[in-house]
Nanobody, 122 residues
Framework: QVQLVESGGGSVQAGGSLRLSCRTSGSPDSRRCVGWFRQAPGKEREVVAHIYISFNSTSYADSVKGRFAISQDNAKNLVYLQMNDLIPEDTAMYYC???????????????WGQGTQVTVSS
């Protein structure tokens, strides 16, 4: 089993920054990839970014490239999502996700956190 606990969401004005944290626990083999998805009201859940824990390799959705950065602190079992230059379109519930491999499809995710809300006002 894997547990994921997010924190760091909130409300910010356009152009601002937020950092989300995901504390992971459980079998390391079951969380080889940790990532972030988001879901806005009335929209499908979409990938934002993910990181292969062992290789420290990252990937991003085109919509956040150059603005968001995913990173990890292995000693603390934390994965971060630094979000800069936020725009109203980034408003969504953000979910930490983990699984055996990284995928842009929500159905491939094995474990989900409870979500943290990010609201960006114009």
């Amino acid at each position: 089993q894997v547990q994921l606990v997010e924190s760091g969401g909130g409300s910010v004005q356009a152009g601002g920054s937020l950092r989300l944290s995901c504390r992971t626990s459980g079998s390391p083999d079951s969380r080889r990839c940790v990532g972030w998805f988001r879901q806005a009201p009335g929209k499908e859940r979409e990938v934002v970014a993910h990181i292969y824990i062992s290789f420290n390799s990252t990937s991003y959705a085109d919509s956040v490239k150059g603005r968001f950065a995913i990173s990890q602190d292995n000693a603390k079992n934390l994965v971060y999502l630094q979000m800069n230059d936020l725009i109203p379109e980034d408003t969504a519930m953000y979910y930490c996700a983990a699984g055996l491999f990284c995928s842009s499809r929500a159905r491939d995710v094995n474990y989900w956190g409870q979500g943290t809300q990010v609201t960006v006002s114009s």
